[in-house]
């Protein structure tokens, strides 16, 4: 995957063209949430069971690099996607226009619980074009979580260490870029039941949570976001345990507006592109000096990737 070029005028098109038609952004979740809970299913382009994600370089991306975008859609946090969904064409244009990346190829995924979720994992493909766009309005906004303080990060994390192969990593030796973006735990052990049953592996003994993170971080710079959008913002548990297995990239974010600009900038210092000032001035240059200033706070104890 990872052909084409993104065309903002065609993105901001067709927003225009569901605005005027009343139709959500979100459709697929439109549809499921119109019927029964119990036939909801992810979309067969994000469904993980069985599956694999490749990054590719190609004739017109000859650096590919690859960047995954995951996000929580359980309870208050499904308003993250809607927020960065509308902002795509200014996430694109940073990284391309200000030359964070030469080549990015996004991906983007939803986390669930999957102890009490009908669709606890999806993830989608590696883009380059406006089909990044659609696989992100692919996503199940399922709104539900277990109500447990924890998620099912590690399972995400799994496939995205065993499920993904980039050429990024295999031709170059270099890392790509995965934002976990929500605001509760991991689950205490990986279950090798969910593994099973949601992604397909014959795994069958259970998997400690750092082992899943250290597997992942040999291929991957791995951060974590939490966004102000709930009570746990500040509670001291999730910045223990998310500190604990990312260190400085564990980042609190006050203003969940500035989800794009706080990734575009961490690719763009993290592939030496650009420094944290020049980034926020960048920001600053289009517009965006709310969410610069959000930015910025943000990475107050944060020094970009190791």
């Known amino acids: 995957m990872g052909y084409g070029r993104w065309d903002d005028d065609a993105f901001q098109a ?130 539900g979580g277990g109500g447990q303080k924890s998620e099912s990060y590690e399972l995400a994390a799994y496939f995205m260490a065993r499920h993904v192969a980039t050429d990024a990593w ?29 992604i397909g592996d014959d795994v069958r003994e259970d998997v400690s949570v750092a082992s899943v993170y250290r597997e992942l971080s040999q291929r991957w710079h791995v951060f974590y976001i939490l966004p102000n959008q709930s009570s746990y913002y500040h509670d001291p548990d999730i910045a223990a345990h998310w500190a604990t297995l990312l260190g400085e990239r564990f980042l609190r974010l006050e203003d969940p507006a500035a989800v794009c600009e706080l990734i575009a900038l961490m690719v763009g210092v993290g592939e030496g592109r650009i420094d944290v000032g020049g980034g926020l001035a960048d920001l600053s240059d289009i517009g965006s000096r709310a969410e610069a200033a959000a930015v910025r706070r943000a990475l107050e104890t944060a020094n970009g990737p190791r």
């Open 14 to 143: 067709a927003r225009t063209f569901r605005a005027r038609r009343g139709l959500d952004d979100f459709g697929y979740t439109a549809d499921m949430h119109g019927q029964a809970r119990s036939t909801w299913r992810a979309h067969q382009r994000l469904d993980p069971r069985d599956a694999f994600r490749e990054s590719r370089d190609s004739a017109e991306h000859a650096n590919s690099l690859p960047i995954a975008v995951l996000f929580d859609v359980t309870g208050s946090m499904g308003t993250v996607p809607r927020i960065m969904q509308g902002k795509l064409g200014r996430l694109h244009g940073l990284l391309r226009s200000k030359g964070y990346a030469e080549d990015p190829q996004v991906l983007f995924g939803g986390i669930g619980d999957a102890e009490s979720d009908r669709v606890p994992l999806q993830i989608g493909q590696f883009e380059s074009d406006n089909r990044m766009d659609e696989q992100l309005r692919l996503i199940l906004l399922e709104g």
């Open 170 to 198: 295999e031709k170059r030796g270099r890392k790509g870029y995965l934002f976990l973006i929500g605001d509760e735990l991991n689950k205490p052990r990986l279950a090798a039941q969910h593994i099973r049953e949601v």
